[in-house]
């Protein structure tokens, strides 16, 4: 099993940034395709950020895209968002996830993510 911790989060003006932190423990990090996901109140959980195994990959939607990074040190086992340029839609809480995969993958169904974080909350206000 696979235990993530996310840590970063905070309060922030728009137009500010964070670095959200996750912390894999239990697991080969480098086998693991990861992602990052946000979810505000009363929404649905968005895709925010995905990244393949080696970091040769990234992937993100259009609105984030240009404004937050996706990263790795496999080394650590440790994925990162930075969130730049951050807007008051962007406050949810945001949560990192894991699939065990064989090849290198980037994009993955969210419904085939294998392990969650618990969230940190970012709340960017106006």
């Known amino acids: 099993q696979v235990q993530l911790a996310e840590s970063g989060g905070g309060l922030v003006q728009a137009g500010g940034s964070l670095r959200l932190s996750c912390a894999a423990s239990?697991?080969?990090?480098?086998?693991?395709?990861m992602g990052w996901f946000r979810q505000a109140p009363g929404k649905e959980r968005e895709f925010v950020a995905a990244i393949s195994r080696s970091s040769s990959n990234t992937y993100y939607p259009d609105s984030v895209k240009g404004r937050f990074t996706i990263s790795r040190d496999n080394a650590k086992n440790t994925v990162y968002l930075q969130m730049n340029s951050l807007k008051p839609e962007d406050t949810a809480v945001y949560y990192c996830?894991?699939?065990?995969?064989?090849?290198?993958?980037?994009?993955?169904?969210?419904?085939?993510?294998?392990?969650w974080g618990q969230g940190t909350q970012v709340t960017v206000s106006s």
């Open positions: 996830a894991a699939k065990w995969v064989n090849i290198a993958r980037t994009v993955i169904p969210q419904n085939e993510y294998d392990y």
């Open positions: 239990g697991g080969t990090f480098r086998m693991y395709a």
